[in-house]
């Protein structure tokens, strides 16, 4: 499965629940971008590994009926690790961190990642999330569909080829992100 491919399930899957998506940074956030945009989508332009975090306090701020898909990379996972506690603890029913694993820094010119010797279904359940695999476009949108409609917390592993697709930049600037994005959660928690 292309990681661009992926991006569009989770983009329509989201969008089909209303959920919230945090997408990290790099081609990740550019190819959901042009796949799949919408205002519930927040691009992490930046900050390698925080989408988990990010998505972790929207999760906690939220009412428990508005879902939130964090999506991350292997590699901004591996440079986050330490969140995985903090979803231990609080253990939000509507957080669902996606892992968009392409065993690869992808973003920087495919320099291998350690993921392949990661078993992610332990460290997933060693962190009280429900673990969800995927690799193929009708095995992801079950899995997402799962994720998005039981209680969470859990962990969707998508397995995804390397490789970037031809996308261009994010054409919002960071404030436009944002501005956008808060209305349309403002908007969402006030139609539910
Ligand atoms: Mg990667």
């Given at each position: 499965m ?8 989770v983009?329509?899957?989201?969008d ?57 990379g ?37 320099q291998?990642?350690?993921?392949e ?47 970037n ?8 600037t ?19």
């Open positions: 292309r990681r661009v491919d992926a991006l569009k399930v983009g329509e899957e989201a089909s629940e209303d959920a919230v998506v945090v997408v990290h940074l790099g081609f990740p956030a550019r190819e959901l971008y042009h796949v799949y945009d919408r205002p519930l989508n927040f691009y992490m332009l930046g900050s390698m590994g925080q989408s988990c975090s990010v998505g972790l306090g929207l999760a906690l701020s939220l009412p428990d009926d508005v879902e939130v898909l964090a999506v991350e292997d590699g901004g996972l591996m440079m986050n690790m330490g969140i995985l506690p903090t979803i231990a603890q609080e253990s939000p029913p509507n957080y669902s961190l996606v892992l968009v694993d392409n065993s690869a820094y992808d973003t920087t010119g495919g291998p990642t350690p993921s010797r990661i078993d992610w279904k332990s460290v997933a359940k060693a962190h009280g999330m429900t673990y969800l695999r995927a690799e193929d476009e009708r095995s992801l949108r079950d899995a997402l569909r799962r994720a998005l409609r039981e209680e969470g917390p859990h962990m969707v592993h998508a397995v995804v080829e390397r490789g697709a031809d996308v261009p930049l994010i054409d919002m960071p404030h436009e992100i944002i501005s956008r994005f808060m209305r349309a959660l403002e908007k969402r928690v006030k139609d539910r």
